[in-house]
Antibody, heavy 124, light 110 residues
Framework: QLQLQESGPGLVKPSETLSLTCTVS??????????WGWIRQSPGKGLEWIGS???????YYNPSLKSRVTISVDTSKNQFSLKVASVTAADTALYYC????????????????WGQGALVTVSS | QSALTQPASVSGSPGQSITISCTGT?????????VSWYQQHPGKAPKVMIS???KRPSGVSDRFSGSKSGNTASLTISGLQAEDEADYYC??????????FGGGTKLTVL
């Protein structure tokens, strides 16, 4: 059974960089049928797609966050990571890592496996 | 890239059918059959209920169905049950390798 687990600091200071890692177990991150994505949910709010990555390293980002976000993959560790730079209180959220199936032509598809989520609070 | 529009809340009685709409534009929902729907219970991660507009992943009850007309996608739940009470989100491909979610709908089973 595929499992995803987020890890990283739960508290980040304003203007600093938020860093999270997702460890995938029960399957290979190098599976060419899937992308791997990050989605966040602000307290009491809806879901927001942050971005997705293919095992080869190809990345795709939400245009509204693109200037501050970096997603990377480490196939040797079966992990992928998220960095959000210059954070503010608006970046306080529950961050989910996901497996993302997409069509061969577009990034459209669905998120079928989710981690339990990592709460990150931005505060001094 | 604006969020898809969903009603804030819907409600229904056990056994009834309800429909949740998800309205986008000709650049996202209207152009692709790539809408997915997610169910989220309080304190839990979302679960995919419908993929590619109408497909039900393995293990999802056939009481859940998806459809689309123009720029609006819909999720219908028939034979409403208490366990269906949750938040529901739609998500669509919106071109240029981007995805957009709806604002979410709270379903109350009366």
């Amino acid at each position: 059974q595929l499992q995803l687990q987020e890890s990283g600091p739960g508290l980040v200071k304003p203007s600093e960089t938020l860093s999270l890692t997702c460890t995938v177990s029960g399957g290979s991150i190098s599976n060419s049928d899937y992308y791997w994505g990050w989605i966040r949910q602000s307290p009491g709010k809806g879901l927001e797609w942050i971005g997705s990555i293919f095992y080869s390293g190809s990345t795709y980002y939400n245009p509204s966050l693109k200037s501050r976000v970096t997603i990377s993959v480490d196939t040797s560790k079966n992990q992928f990571s998220l960095k959000v730079a210059s954070v503010t209180a608006a970046d306080t959220a529950l961050y989910y890592c996901t497996r993302h199936w997409a069509t061969m032509i577009t990034l459209g598809g669905f998120f079928d496996y989710w981690g339990q989520g990592a709460l990150v609070t931005v505060s001094s | 890239q604006s969020a898809l529009t969903q009603p804030a809340s819907v409600s229904g009685s056990p056994g009834q059918s309800i429909t949740i709409s998800c309205t986008g534009t000709s650049s996202d929902v209207g152009s692709y059959n790539l809408v997915s729907w997610y169910q989220q219970h309080p304190g839990k991660a979302p679960k995919v209920m419908i993929s590619e507009g109408t497909k039900r992943p393995s293990g999802v009850s056939d009481r859940f169905s998806g459809s689309k007309s123009g720029n609006t996608a819909s999720l219908t739940i028939s034979g409403l049950q208490a366990e269906d009470e949750a938040d529901y989100y739609c998500c669509s491909y919106s071109g240029s390798s981007t995805l957009v979610f709806g604002g979410g709908t709270k379903l109350t089973v009366l």
